[in-house]
T-cell receptor, first 112, second 113 residues
Framework: AAGVIQSPRHLIKEKRETATLKCYPI?????VYWYQQGPGQDPQFLIS???????DKGSIPDRFSAQQFSDYHSELNMSSLELGDSALYFC???????????FGSGTRLTVV | KNQVEQSPQSLIILEGKNCTLQ??????????LRWYKQDTGRGPVSLTI?????NTKSNGRYTATLDADTKQSSLHITASQLSDSASYIC????????????FGTGTRLQVTL
């Protein structure tokens, strides 16, 4: 069965660079969520989208932005990267019509 | 392969009734288990987090249990309210060279009048 696809799996960036993480939800899922998990920490909710509109916002820094496209995939754009941005970034998708809530395997971002 | 399975997939109960959600995992070696409540499109709300040595933990009307021997956890909701309608996600963490979470697919709970 198709799962939530995140790319890239690993990413190494230098301070002050930019990064773009991509998330491809389960087919027919209309809602996408982004989470950040720092080393040894609980996952922190960043932002979510429903039908290409932002539906909720969590602890997402102003340096980050995200959007959901017409094909429902989502991108998390991160600028002016800081060492503290090093984390595992999870994407999840769900549907208001069908059951199931699926997480991707995550993108591990390392800022050096 | 580390897996987390939740049941039932969906559940409809009357307001005021109790219910129990199940989470079975094959994650090893186990570190901790979390239950989250998530409204569709919204951020998750942490309900409980349990380590290997804890058998039960309560948070208001929510009580989570953990049996590390059988690798099972349950979330019991007492005197349900309409606002309990949401998805409940079980998330298991395992130890290793890097912190890693394995997510269940959730149980969608609907509380009706």
């Amino acid at each position: 069965a198709a799962g939530v696809i995140q790319s890239p799996r690993h990413l190494i960036k230098e301070k002050r660079e930019t990064a773009t993480l991509k998330c491809y939800p389960i087919p027919r899922h209309d809602t996408v969520y982004w989470y950040q998990q720092g080393p040894g920490q609980d996952p922190q909710f960043l932002i979510s989208f429903y039908e290409k509109m932002q539906s909720d916002k969590g602890s997402i820094p102003d340096r980050f932005s995200a959007q959901q496209f017409s094909d429902y995939h989502s991108e998390l754009n991160m600028s002016s990267l800081e060492l503290g941005d090093s984390a595992l970034y999870f994407c999840a998708s769900s549907s208001r019509q069908y059951y199931g809530y699926t997480f991707g395997s995550g993108t591990r971002l390392t800022v050096v | 392969k580390n897996q987390v399975e939740q049941s039932p997939q969906s559940l409809i109960i009357l307001e005021g009734k109790n219910c129990t959600l199940q989470c079975n995992y094959t994650v090893s070696p186990f570190s901790n288990l979390r239950w989250y409540k998530q409204d569709t499109g919204r951020g998750p709300v942490s309900l409980t987090i349990m380590t290997f040595s804890e058998n039960t933990k309560s948070n208001g009307r929510y009580t989570a249990t953990l049996d590390a021997d059988t690798k099972q956890s349950s979330l019991h909701i007492t005197a349900s309210q309409l606002s309990d309608s949401a998805s409940y996600i079980c998330v298991v963490s395992f130890t290793g060279t890097a912190s890693k979470l394995t997510f269940g697919t959730g149980t969608r709970l609907q509380v009706t009048l």
